[in-house]
């Protein structure tokens, strides 16, 4: 998944997730689009705030939605 998907699924806002993790607005700017990939001792932080585990957010296929397609 995304981590910009991640991060509108938890219902916040990059101005958020900046001021939680104690980052600046433009880096997690760059981990929603895939600029840059967060620190690996960022990865349990970014998880456990979006609701999420660490291997869905290194996952890069497309989230499971629920609804199977033919």
């Keep these: 998944m995304t981590m910009a998907y991640a991060r509108r699924r938890a219902g916040l806002l990059q101005r958020q997730v900046a001021e939680v993790l104690g980052v600046s607005?433009?880096?997690?700017?760059?981990?929603?689009?895939?600029r840059n990939k967060p620190r690996?001792?960022?990865?349990?932080?970014?998880?456990?705030?979006?609701?999420?585990?660490?291997?869905?957010l290194l996952r890069e296929d497309e989230p499971v939605t629920g609804k199977e397609t033919k």
């Design 40 to 56: 690996a001792d960022m990865l349990p932080k970014i998880a456990k705030l979006y609701g999420v585990t660490v291997d869905e």
């Design 25 to 34: 607005l433009g880096t997690v700017a760059m981990w929603d689009t895939g």
